[in-house]
């Protein structure tokens, strides 16, 4: 169930970087939550977003969110950018976590422009055990980059800041290569950093070092599936419909299951997971590892297709 938040306060923490800051307005404590989770927020529109926590997991008095207004979106971050928001209550759901912080012997952080969101909670927990670690942190320019002078407090020596238009592209081989195998890597950020990272670490370490969040659906090839329709059996509801090719999954569910939860529907913020019952699932999401898509317990009907005749859905 959604909780009402109060906007307290917004904040500006870069160029074209929005901090928003919530509290419970009865000064409650807010439920915990660990580096790499993100809230939903339901907007004043109507629309639902979901943004990474990036405050300070100690502080039970506050969520903290960081949002980049990109002009050529969904319309969500500029909304944000351009509505008062102090004073108003949202609905907020959360905190989830599907982007967890693994016990490690070193760490490896790369984070783009916003996608330092997630990164430093991380940064301040590993900082706090007294773990080795190290970021790189690249942006478009030195004033667009958010929570500098909160990162330099937290070991200015492990942290190297590479902004775009003076010091050019982040040099992924100088901090990927000659790790060692228990380190663990984590990246956020734009589409092409992650699959540069993505490509150097399966050359370099072993599966599984890797752990990534995207804030927007990867670039791919053509759908597998798109050609043939599949049907689909809603046990609870005791439906099955047909899903026909150039329509989605979703879609087709929604006409029975009105209710069905969804926000990204790019696959990548994981609100629509479904369980499966039966059939094997064409997944096409980012959010579910591949020993999770492989199992085919659940799935994101947001993009998720099939690669068998029918699934079966618990809805």
């Not at 990867?218 to 099955?240: D, K, Q, W």
């Not at 029975?256 to 913020?269: L, Y």
Request: proline share 8%; net charge negative.
């Amino acid at each position: 169930m959604p909780r009402r938040l109060l906007v307290r306060e917004t904040v500006p923490e870069a160029d074209g970087v929005l901090g928003i800051v919530l509290v419970d307005p009865r000064g409650t404590e807010l439920p915990p939550w660990e580096p790499g989770a993100h809230l939903e927020l339901r907007l004043p529109s109507g629309r639902t977003r979901h943004y990474s926590l990036s405050g300070d997991p100690q502080d039970r008095a506050a969520y903290r969110l960081g949002v980049l207004r990109e002009p050529g979106g969904r319309g969500g971050s500029d909304e944000l950018h351009t509505t008062p928001l102090a004073g108003l209550l949202l609905d907020v759901r959360g905190p989830v976590n599907r982007f967890p912080l693994v016990p490690a012997e070193r760490y490896v952080f790369i984070a783009g422009g916003i996608g330092i969101t997630p990164i430093l909670p991380m940064v301040r927990q590993v900082a706090a055990t007294g773990a080795d670690w190290s970021l790189l942190y690249g942006g478009r320019t030195t004033t667009s980059m958010a929570y500098r002078h909160e990162l330099a407090s937290l070991g200015a020596e492990n942290i190297t800041i590479v902004p775009e238009d003076s010091h050019g592209l982040l040099n992924l081989d100088r901090v990927l290569s000659g790790l060692p195998e228990s380190t663990a890597v984590y990246c956020c950020g734009p589409d092409g950093l992650i699959r540069a990272v993505e490509e150097r670490c399966a050359a370099l370490l072993p599966t599984g070092a890797l752990h990534v969040e995207r804030f927007a659906a990867a670039p791919g090839p053509a759908p597998r599936s798109e050609a043939g329709a599949f049907e689909v059996e809603l046990r609870r509801s005791g439906r099955v419909l047909r899903v026909e090719a150039g329509r989605s999954l979703l879609d087709v569910v929604r006409g029975a299951v009105p209710s069905v939860t969804s926000s990204c529907e790019q696959g990548i913020c994981g609100t629509c997971e479904t369980k499966v019952l039966g059939g094997i699932p064409d997944h096409r999401d980012t959010v579910l590892s591949d020993a999770e898509k492989e199992t085919g317990n659940t799935m994101m009907i947001c993009v998720g297709r099939a690669r068998s005749s029918r699934l079966v859905l618990d809805l």
